[in-house]
């Protein structure tokens, strides 16, 4: 019942209602230009002794050894918090297995301080992945380290398909929204003593706000609301302290069909990072 219900839908439905449809159902949407690339959208942390990692590999490669050209190149592309484009170069691939490139340093030098998202964008994608309708995607490893803490670095993997460039060189982002709030019920539960960062990037077209429900584990209640206005590409934040033997969860009420942090436990003597 539910096929035939579909293939009706796909048959008589407008091809753009379709994909408006298709878009409020899936996590992210397709690339319109079929020859484009696509990135997930990292938050970096330049600032207060923090610094950010990304481990490039050559993803080409990876997919397709025996058929890899050997003039790829990675296109990094940097925003500020309100999503900003504020800095952009590329790094030739070729030859490399792994390169670590630290995003603090490279950034500095550009005179930039602050805090943003970045983007990874690379050239060479297989024949057969875009003959199968597929896209070159980036979606690697983040490092990020605080040596006042710790020298040891902590890692996540990207999250989804959020940003796509395309031949021409143009921008789109693939982040979906739901014409109805969606809550997002943190996967973790915070615990005390620690310091809690939430970083939540906006993948979407436009500015999206965040309503954030602070739930004590203790009574079930909400003790606290906050609000946060990302822009597209941009990123905010949500800081809270929990003492020892205090628990708090975390639920995110916003159009967004994911709004997934990254999220940073610390205390004096160490850290950890994860998605939420």
Known sequence: MMK??????????????????SGMMSLTA???????????????????????????????????????????????????VQGKKIFEF???????????ISIKEVLNKAGIVANGTFACFHTGSPQWVKGNSGFLAERGYTGYQNKTMSLTRGYAHG??????????????MLGTTHW?????????????????ELFFVNTSK???????DVISVKTGQIIENEIINIPSKGVGCLERKV??????????????????????????????????
């Not at 999250?159 to 789109?172: C, M, T």
């Not at 436009?206 to 954030?212: A, E, F, G, V």
């Not at 975390?250 to 994860?274: G, K, Q, Y």
């Open 243 to 276: 003492e020892m033997n205090d628990s708090i969860k975390i639920v995110i009420n916003s159009h967004l069909n994911l709004a997934r942090p990254v999220v940073f436990r610390s205390n004096e003597n160490s850290f950890d990072v994860f998605h939420g």
């Open 159 to 172: 999250n989804l398909d959020a940003i796509a460039k395309s031949e021409d060189g143009n921008l789109s």
């Open 4 to 21: 035939s219900l579909k293939l009706v839908v796909k048959k008589y439905l407008p091809k753009p209602l379709l994909n408006k449809l």
């Open 90 to 100: 590329d790094i030739d691939t070729k030859g490399i297995v792994r390169n670590t």
């Open 30 to 80: 397709v690339p319109k230009d079929p020859d484009a690339v696509i990135s997930d959208l990292f938050p970096y942390r330049i600032e207060q002794g923090w610094n950010t990692y990304f481990e490039l590999l050559h993803v080409p490669a990876l997919l397709d050894p025996n058929n890899c050209k050997e003039n790829n190149s990675a296109n990094f592309v940097f925003f500020d």
């Open 180 to 196: 109805k709030k969606r809550k997002y019920c943190l996967q973790y539960e915070l615990s005390g003593t620690a310091v809690y």
């Open 206 to 212: 436009s500015t999206r706000k965040l309503l954030i």
